[in-house]
């Protein structure tokens, strides 16, 4: 038993940060980001979009209602590490089946409780997203050593260590509506709920699956799906997807939204620390309307990269002006209908003469609000329509 333990938490460039172990045994390491959601820790956990992170927790009581069965996201956890400033000592709520402390040990998650995690928050939002050690039972210059050596994200493809090994199908609930191959570049399962909820049979599928394969099954759209790491190394999901472009309807989410972005002959980049939480504010660009997404991404898409001139500096608050009107892409114009209202990064784009659209946050809302749930309603009517 580890719990108590003292532990320690090493930044790449230096910073240390003590607290006691609530998690399993040993040493982990992983880029540290930091989540502003205030509930929803045992999705956030089991979100396989978090493979490779170590995810520091900024609401400060974190384990008050438990875990159960029916919340995973996944399998198992995906993070590599669980950072919180306070885990509550007992659960208290009619769905919990155990402890989130229990839940951590059993499925060999490093965890640390008693951070000062609003220093450390502030440190990765000061100096960006880095690498971090975090260990029980090590000392302090060989933990520093571990973070100061662990890899960037970027160059990293880390889609094939969470999707699916072998395709598999769900069936659809309620009245049929069509079929949709779901690529799974690190799929939640409450996408997928969303999608045979609306009627659809759900071919998941591995994130290399190729044209032809997809195409084979007779599909009536396709969906992309969220996933972690660097989108730039997933060169065969790219070529899937400009050879799916104008043949079926795609809706893609996340690092399926950038994953498409690659396929218009767009360029991504690496934010400073990422979006991730349930509360970022995210403009529709064709009415102004704002909704508060869901989001766990540290990469974006350029779609200054398609333009013919250079991206406006930011100056005061993040305006529609920090975003290009339309651009020209490899598969006619694409423009912007979604923009981040913190930074004013791209969160939205739909293809003019294609049909094919995709956000950069989570719709499904696991966890986070629900204003965007319509985005799969909107994905049923591009197939309907596609279809006739």
């Known amino acids: 038993m ?34 502003t959601s205030m509930t929803g820790y045992q999705e956030i956990l089991t979100d396989p979009s978090y493979a490779g992170q170590v995810v520091v927790m900024t609401s400060s009581h974190i384990g008050n209602y438990g875990v159960n069965d ?9 993070v590599s590490g669980f950072v919180v400033r306070s885990m509550s000592r007992r659960d208290s709520n009619w769905r919990s089946q155990g402890a989130l402390g229990n839940y951590l040990r059993s499925h060999g998650v490093v965890a640390i409780a008693d951070v000062d995690t609003r220093r450390l928050t502030r440190h990765i939002r000061d100096r960006g997203a880095m690498p971090v050690a975090v260990g029980v039972g090590v000392d302090e210059p060989e933990l520093l050593e571990m973070a100061a050596s662990a890899p960037s994200m970027v160059g990293q493809d880390l889609a094939s260590l969470v999707t699916t090994e072998h395709a598999y199908t769900l069936d659809a609930t309620g009245k049929r509506r069509g079929r949709v191959v779901a690529i799974d570049l690190g799929m939640k399962r409450d996408i997928l709920a969303n999608l045979t909820g609306r009627g659809f049979d759900v071919d998941v599928v591995p994130a290399g699956t190729g044209v032809d394969q997809v195409l084979g099954l007779e599909p009536d ?24 472009l104008g043949k079926v309807p795609l809706f893609g989410i996340c690092l399926g939204h950038q994953v498409l972005g690659l396929a218009t002959g767009a360029t991504t980049y690496k934010l400073p620390f990422g979006h991730h939480g349930g509360n970022h504010p995210v403009r529709r660009l064709e009415d102004g309307r704002v909704e508060i997404t869901a989001q766990n991404h540290g990469f974006a898409v350029d779609m200054w990269s398609l333009a013919d001139r250079l991206a406006p500096k930011r100056s ?18 694409l423009i912007p209908t979604h923009q981040n209202l913190n930074d004013g990064t791209l969160e939205g784009m739909r293809l003019v003469d294609v049909p094919a659209f995709s956000v950069q946050y989570h719709p499904e809302s696991a966890p986070g609000p629900r204003d965007a749930r319509g985005l799969f309603d909107q994905f049923t009517r591009l197939i309907e329509g596609e279809s006739g």
């Open 221 to 244: 759209g396709v969906f992309v799906s969220n996933g972690p790491g660097d989108p730039e190394p997933l060169v065969t999901a790219t070529e899937t997807l400009r050879g799916l």
């Open 2 to 35: 580890t719990t108590g333990e003292p532990a320690l938490l090493c930044t790449a460039d230096g910073a240390v940060f003590r607290g006691r172990s609530v998690g399993a045994a040993g040493v982990t390491t992983g880029e540290a980001v930091f989540n």
């Open 316 to 333: 005061g608050l993040a305006g529609p002006d920090l975003l290009p009107e339309v651009v020209e892409s490899r598969f006619g114009p």
């Open 70 to 78: 029916e919340d995973d996201q996944s399998s198992r956890p995906a």
